[in-house]
């Protein structure tokens, strides 16, 4: 079966470390609890466009050993992919691709399809919901919340990590899940 994978918040600690990164340079403190919306700009207090050169900078300058990877992320994405095609779908932009394909080959040690929405079919936006639906993937494995909502919508079943800026998104094709272990049931659930 086809599974779409999400990147950041899925597989890695992103914003836990961005935040951490952000503490160190500018010296702004944000636990991962406060954050209840997907908006850097509202929590660092600066213009949208300063706060997505700073998320940018992050993603330029941090080595792969600097990004860890979520708790059994390793180890269940290789029992996922014994049986199933596995997509990478991020929202990062297509030039952050080497950091990506270079963090997955350091910590997984494969080569997986990586494909950036937003800059889906040479430019063209495309949403997640859009990607799965042409690539025929019927199951995503998502964090934000909007993006598992816009899934839904095309009939794709979402396995929701629970974050704290998801939590008020419900729908009857969404199962949250805590960890990875969670995760895997679900997907050999949902697979058989």
Request: glycine share 4%; net charge positive.
């Amino acid at each position: 079966m086809n599974i779409g994978i999400d990147f950041d918040d899925v597989i890695t600690e992103f914003t836990e470390t961005l935040m951490n990164y952000y503490h160190k340079k500018h010296g702004k403190k944000v636990t991962l609890d406060q954050i209840l919306i997907w908006d850097w700009r509202i929590y660092w207090e600066i213009p949208k466009q300063e706060a997505i050169k700073r998320v940018d900078d992050f993603h330029e300058s941090h080595k792969v050993t600097e990004l860890p990877p979520l708790k059994d992320a390793i180890s269940s994405l290789n029992e996922i992919i014994k049986n199933n095609k596995v997509f990478i779908i991020t929202g990062r932009p297509t030039r952050f691709k080497n950091k990506v394909e270079e963090w997955l080959k350091h910590h997984l040690k494969k080569k997986l399809e990586i494909i950036h929405a937003g800059e889906f079919h040479k430019g063209q936006a495309a949403t997640k919901a859009e990607i799965c639906k042409e690539l025929n993937i019927p199951i995503m494995i998502e964090d934000t919340g909007e993006t598992a909502l816009d899934c839904t919508k095309e009939g794709i079943q979402i396995i929701l990590f629970n974050k704290p800026w998801n939590k008020n998104f419900k729908h009857h094709n969404i199962l949250r899940v805590e960890n990875w272990n969670e995760a895997l049931k679900m997907i050999n659930k949902i697979t058989k």
